[in-house]
């Protein structure tokens, strides 16, 4: 039945269409799981060749098909952060977060384009670009996921996942730091760090990705206009 007002009732309430939205959390999970599944193939490639307990994933881009692999693992979490950017409208949250989850993307696509030194090479400026892009990829989703779990009011224990994702991207960055800065001898455990980094990224990116397709509230969702 068409509104005697001659308008749709999305205009009457002010409804975003979510769409995008609601296909969130798939999009978000298959990135995740992409990223997840080349990362291991990686690891089963470079076996025997690379120390993952010194050495971080982006040192596997010097075993055969490393560099394929690592790359496809950044278009997953890539895949999975465009997808978030495009929940942002429909779900009320500040607009800053598309902005990070963006910056966060192309920080990914970075990473892969530019890859890192050889593991007893010395520093080029593609390792160089590729140290200050991974900082991005670890930081910018729990800045991101601190806005929305403010914006909407969600209970303590929802944090947990931001929280954690933060805490491993801070101790890893802290860890990489006096190597990046000023050429010290990298942390002996440096790859199990950034390992564990890696896995509350992912546990907090799935979480915003479940997140994204929950409905807004009344309340943030007029906040958002």
């Known amino acids: 039945m068409?509104?005697?007002?001659?308008?749709?009732?999305?205009?009457?309430?002010?409804?975003v269409p979510d769409t995008a939205a609601g296909a969130a959390p798939a999009v978000v999970a298959a990135g995740v799981a992409v990223a997840v599944a080349a990362v291991l193939l990686a690891h089963v490639l470079g076996a025997g060749s690379l120390d993952p307990v010194a050495l971080t994933v982006s040192d596997y881009v010097a075993v055969p098909g490393g560099g394929v692999l690592l790359g496809l693992a950044a278009a997953?979490?890539?895949?999975?952060?465009?997808?978030?950017?495009?929940?942002?409208?429909?779900?009320?949250?500040?607009?800053?977060?598309?902005v990070l989850l963006s910056a966060w993307c192309v920080a990914l696509v970075l990473v892969?384009?530019?890859?890192?030194?050889a593991p007893g090479s010395a520093p080029d400026l593609a390792a160089a670009v590729h140290r200050w892009a991974g900082a991005g990829v670890f930081a910018l989703p729990p800045v991101a996921?601190?806005?929305?779990?403010?914006?909407?009011?969600?209970?303590?224990?929802a944090w947990a996942p931001t929280v954690a994702a933060g805490a491993g991207a801070l101790v890893f960055l802290l860890c990489h730091a006096p190597a990046v800065l000023s050429g010290a001898p990298p942390f002996p455990l440096l790859g199990v760090v950034e390992r564990v980094a890696h896995l509350l990224l992912c546990g907090q990116v799935l979480a915003l990705g479940r997140r994204a397709g929950s409905p807004a509230?009344?309340?943030v969702a007029a906040v958002s206009r």
């Open 76 to 98: 997953g979490l890539a895949t999975a952060g465009a997808a978030l950017v495009r929940a942002v409208p429909g779900r009320g949250w500040p607009r800053a977060v598309a």
């Open 2 to 15: 068409i509104p005697m007002s001659g308008r749709g009732v999305g205009e009457r309430t002010g409804a």
């Open 217 to 219: 509230t009344p309340r």
């Open 112 to 117: 892969a384009v530019f890859p890192t030194n």
């Open 145 to 157: 996921g601190l806005l929305v779990l403010r914006r909407t009011g969600a209970p303590v224990t």
